[in-house]
DNA sequence: CCGAAGTGTACAAATATTAGACAATCCGTC
DNA sequence: GACGGATTGTCTAATATTTGTACACTTCGG
C-alpha cells in the first residue's frame, strides 16, 4: 500500500535532491523533486501526490527555518490531509519541533540515514488518516461538541448549526 | 478566554502536583490533579476540563514513557479535541517528539520554568480547534474526500457513503 | 417558590436523498 | 482510429430527513 505510493521532494538544493530520489527511488512508485517551493502547490493541482518531503532551509542563506514553516502552512491550509515529512538541519530540533506542533507528519535531520527516512515515510503514509464515511465523520463531529458542550444539547446544537430535533435524531443512529 | 479554563494535572509525584498547582493558580481558573492516570478519563466525564497537563513517567521505576503515551492515546480516543500537554523528563525530548506525533499539543520538561509554563499552557488553549458548524465541516470533509480521489466524483462518492447525486447537491452549496 | 433554561416528544410542511435511467464524454487498449 | 468501460451531468418519482412550532415536564439558582 505504501509502496506504490507518489512521493514529492521540495529542496533548492539539487545535490540534495538527487540524493533523495537515489534513496527513495525503487522503494516508491514515483518520485517527483521540485527546486523552488512555489512549485509545489501548482504540482499538487495536476499530480496525485501521497507525501511530500519539505525542506525547512528555502531561500539559501536565510536559515531560520520560517520559510519552511510558512510553506508547510500553505500546504495544510489547501490539503488538510497530505502527510509532510520535515527535511532539517542536524541539531535544528527546535525547528522540527515547532513544525511537529504545526501538524508535520515527522520529520528527518540532514544528512539522513537512507533507511531510516524510508522507514518514517512509509511509516508517515501508513499513519495517513483513512476518508472517513461522511455520517460517521459526522458522528464524531457531533460527539466533540457535545463534549464541549458539556452534555448541553441545546448549545451544541446551536453550535453545529442544527436544529435541536435533528441532532436529536443524529444521534438515535 | 484562556485564564478562565479548567487544567488538569495529571502526575504521580504529590510534589510535582503541588508545583504545579502552585505555579498555575491564579493563571487558570480551576487547577484540578489527578495522582494516577485512571482517574482522568472518569474525571472527564464528571468535570469540564480544557487542557491536560500529563506527566509521561508513570508508575515509579517505569520510565520508558510509554505509559505516558498510552495514556495520551487514551484520552485522544475518547476526547479527540482536547489539548494534551506534556511533562517529560529534561533531554527525554525523543518521547516529547512521539508525543507530538500522537498529537499532543505541546511539551515541556522538567524542571520547567514557570512563566514558560503557563504561556504553553495559554498557547495550547488558544489553539483549541472550534467546533465548526456541521455543514461547513462536511464541506471540507467533502473536498479533502474529493481531493484524495484527485477529482473523481464517482468514487469520492462512494468513499463518504453517499450517492454521486448527494454529493453534486451538497458541493453546490 | 418563581422563572429561566433545558429536555423529550409530537406534527405537518419544506427539503434533501435515494435508486435508477439516459445521452454525452473521456481514456486506455487494441 | 475505433472500441468498451468508466465517468459525467442531468432527470424523475419514491422515500427520508430537517425544520419551525408547540406542549408538558424537570432542573436549578435566586
Redo the contacts between chains.
Keep these: 500500500m505504501t509502496d506504490n505510493a507518489t512521493i514529492l521532494v521540495a529542496d533548492d538544493n539539487p545535490t540534495i535532491l538527487t540524493a533523495a530520489r537515489y534513496c527513495l527511488e525503487g522503494a516508491f512508485a514515483r518520485i517527483l523533486t521540485v527546486q523552488r517551493p512555489e512549485e509545489i502547490l501548482p504540482l499538487l493541482q495536476q499530480e496525485?501526490v501521497d507525501l511530500i518531503l519539505l525542506d525547512m532551509n528555502f531561500s539559501l542563506g536565510v536559515n531560520t527555518g520560517r520559510e519552511g514553516l510558512m510553506w508547510l502552512q500553505a500546504i495544510q491550509k489547501r490539503?488538510?490531509?497530505m502527510p509532510v515529512v520535515l527535511l532539517t538541519a542536524y541539531a535544528d530540533?527546535e525547528l522540527?519541533?515547532r513544525g511537529?506542533?504545526e501538524g508535520a507528519?515527522?520529520f528527518v535531520t540532514k544528512p539522513w540515514d537512507n533507511s531510516e527516512l524510508r522507514h518514517k515515510l512509509r511509516d508517515a503514509l501508513a499513519r495517513k488518516a483513512e476518508?472517513?464515511?461522511?455520517?460517521?465523520?459526522?458522528a464524531?463531529?457531533?460527539r466533540?461538541?457535545i463534549?464541549?458542550c458539556?452534555g448541553n444539547m441545546s448549545e451544541a446544537a446551536k453550535?453545529?448549526?442544527?436544529s435541536r430535533q435533528t441532532l436529536y435524531n443524529k444521534m438515535r443512529r
Design positions: 496525485a490539503h488538510p490531509d530540533v522540527a519541533v511537529l506542533k507528519a515527522d476518508v472517513e464515511r461522511l455520517d460517521e465523520m459526522e464524531a463531529h457531533i466533540r461538541a463534549d464541549r458539556h453550535l453545529l448549526g442544527v
